[in-house]
């Protein structure tokens, strides 16, 4: 598999996360859409787990120009677009998987699963019939559920998870990665729920590498602790 990642902390994490999944192996981590389309014509690859805002280039952009030039490797588009219309263009492109930022190694490795198991199904040979491929691509649309913490929902984590990407996407460029980033109150009141429920999402996301933690100091007594998203970019 190669790796695609403008961010060098995420690309570790993905290639890190990739290579905890069995029969999964990294071929290479690139950074860049040109950087992609030179090592699939040097390296054959099955598949790419592709970034679509690269720096010099769309996701998408790579995905046509790989098809153009007759490659088939299978694409698993990582990106936080939840434009409709670009997840249409994503099939249109032959994307396999789509993954949205941010994410945990759990949701990662239940789309990797899902993919070796249309990988083993789809072998050189004829099907018997119909049910046969709707079987086949099944494999690739239904997903086992990623189990959270008992008490925690997914809609929930969606949310938070959007407050902290929609600071991050705010925060003046002067400030730097981190900034100040949003406390627990904070998160609590963007989202509607209770401050003690916002930590332990926080906590959560943080704990996955979703979120960074940073202690505050901005007055007498125990500093507060802050989150910011792990990435600035969509």
Request: net charge negative; charged share 25%.
């Amino acid at each position: 598999m190669l790796v695609v990642e403008d961010d060098p902390v995420a690309a570790e994490a993905h290639r890190a996360y990739v290579e905890r999944v069995a029969g999964f192996t990294v071929a290479g981590v690139v950074h860049s859409g040109t950087e992609t389309v030179r090592f699939c014509r040097a390296h054959p690859v099955d598949l790419v787990l592709l970034d679509f805002y690269l720096p010099d280039t769309h996701g998408l952009a790579v995905c046509r120009t790989l098809r153009a030039e007759g490659n088939t490797v299978d694409v698993i588009a990582v990106t936080s677009a939840r434009d409709l219309g670009v997840v249409r263009a994503a099939v249109s492109a032959g994307v396999v998987q789509y993954l949205l930022k941010p994410f945990t190694f759990a949701a990662l490795r239940d789309k990797l699963d899902s993919y070796a198991r249309f990988r083993d199904a789809a072998r050189p040979g004829e099907v018997d019939g119909q049910a046969e491929v709707d079987r086949m691509l099944a494999t690739l649309r239904t997903t086992e559920h990623v189990a959270l913490p008992k008490g925690m929902s997914g809609e929930t984590l969606d949310a938070i998870s959007a407050v902290l990407a929609d600071a991050a996407r705010e925060r003046p460029s002067g400030e730097g990665d981190e900034g100040e980033g949003l406390s627990a109150a904070a998160v609590a009141d963007a989202v509607g729920v209770a401050r003690v429920t916002a930590r332990r999402y926080l906590e959560y996301l943080a704990d996955n590498g979703l979120a960074r933690r940073k202690p505050h100091y901005g007055g007498v007594g125990r500093p507060e602790v802050r989150y910011t998203a792990t990435s600035r970019k969509a």
